[in-house]
């Protein structure tokens, strides 16, 4: 079993930057991808960015390209979603997310989410 606590959403002006963290505890996490989700009001959970923990390949949204950065600390099994130039369209819950590859990270474990609000 994997715990995954994601923090540091919040308020943010268009342009401005927030940095999300996951903190994973529980059973080994070297074999797995972590990710970030997102969800409007409104609309369909969909992933953002991931990463592999073994080698730090990663994987990102068009939406997001060249604006965030995904990264992890293995020493600590915590995961980070760096965003810069935030947009109104970036507003969501957050959720990390934890599977045994990138295209399972779905049907593995959950943050409890965490909410980003860009203003104009």
């Known amino acids: 079993q994997v715990q995954l606590r994601d923090s540091g959403g919040g308020l943010v002006q268009t342009g401005g930057s927030l940095r999300l963290s996951c903190a994973a505890s529980g059973r080994t996490f070297s074999s797995y991808a972590m990710g970030w989700f997102r969800q409007a009001p409104g609309k369909e959970r969909g992933l953002v960015a991931a990463?592999?923990?073994?080698?730090?390949?990663?994987f990102y949204a068009d939406s997001v390209k060249g604006r965030f950065t995904i990264s992890r600390d293995k020493a600590e099994n915590t995961g980070y979603l760096q965003m810069n130039s935030l947009k109104p369209e970036d507003t969501a819950v957050y959720y990390c997310?934890?599977?045994?590859?990138?295209?399972?990270?779905?049907?593995?474990?959950w943050g409890q989410g965490t909410q980003v609000t860009v203003s104009s």
């Open positions: 997310a934890a599977g045994s590859s990138i295209a399972t990270l779905s049907k593995g474990y």
């Open positions: 990463i592999i923990w073994t080698d730090g390949r990663t």
